[in-house]
């Protein structure tokens, strides 16, 4: 409940990936549960914290960078911090880890959305794939621009095979086990 | 405790009107008495969200309503957010209250710490307000830059004439009022 301790749920992977279905299904989950809950998406920190930023490599990690921070400062006060955005680069997410884990009040779990690009370009749900390799979008990661995988997510989603039941369900055992969250509903 | 609903203390007044101090007393205070609790001050902000900002009037605003959407996810967590940035335009601040009340899950609370500028300037502790007064600093709030004092603010500390305590006295009993916080220790 409300004095539980916080985490951070730390989504990675390409676009298309899941991160952001996975994410919306944990929010209601934990909502359902009682627990303080808060979905930081790419969107809305854009839009109150980084608008004006570009999508050069320096502006995105400053992106990423400020998302890191929110979440840290929200889960260092009891709430369940999830960020979704694609974060591509280990060497920013590993700071922001390390940044939480120094301080001590949380813990950071970070969750690699693994889909291979071929499966996420062939299924292509908002058309953005085509686009990019046609060129048309520039900087886009896992095409134009580099995604860097993670070397030891706690937790990985294989979520091209799996159903998203599946991945819910690994994330919430990995939880519980560890006990950040209460064992079952 | 944790369950409580947040809300946020928004401290607005000049440089070494007291918006620090007070703000750290009912950190102290809050913390005692088991409320999740989280002072948003000025150089954290800048540091994490803010930096590459100028002093310019849109990109202080820009800074100040960063401020306000970060209090506003934390209070509406349960959390306590305390800012205590000088926040020196009235639009500015009655956007972010707007922004809070319209979402509802959190009360907004502006504390004016009210001392005038000729008493801060013979204290000038930091010897800032003599710098600015030779305009060696330039867009110094109260001095060669505007300050909007709040029209209608919740609670008013009269800094430069009551001590710390009597302050600290006044934001307690009014939150306790309005059962933002439970009576007495």
């Known amino acids: 409940m409300g004095t539980h301790a916080g985490f951070i749920l730390w989504f990675t992977g390409l676009s298309g990936a899941g991160k952001s279905t996975l994410s919306e299904r944990l929010v209601a989950e934990f909502t359902s549960r009682g ?12 839009t109150h914290l980084s608008k004006g930023l570009s999508f050069s490599k320096e502006d995105r990690d400053t992106n990423v960078r400020r998302i ?5 400062v929200l889960a260092r006060n009891g709430v ?5 955005a694609i974060s591509p680069y280990r060497e920013i997410r590993d700071e922001i880890r390390a940044d939480v884990e120094k301080e001590g ?5 970070e969750i690699f959305a693994n889909a291979p690009v071929n499966a996420l370009a062939e299924r292509d749900v908002k058309g953005l794939y085509k686009r990019a390799i046609a060129g048309e979008i520039k900087h ?17 989603a294989l979520t091209s095979v799996e159903s998203i039941t599946e991945s819910v369900d690994r994330v919430l055992n990995y939880l519980a086990e560890k006990n950040l969250i209460d064992a079952g509903a």
């Open 105 to 109: 009040r949380a813990a950071f779990v």
């Open 68 to 72: 890191g921070w929110v979440a840290r």
């Open 35 to 46: 627990y303080r809950v808060e979905l930081l998406d790419g969107d809305e920190v854009r």
């Open 80 to 84: 369940i911090a999830i960020t979704a």
């Open 140 to 156: 886009f990661t896992g095409v134009s621009d580099p995604y860097e995988a993670p070397l030891n997510p706690e937790i990985e």
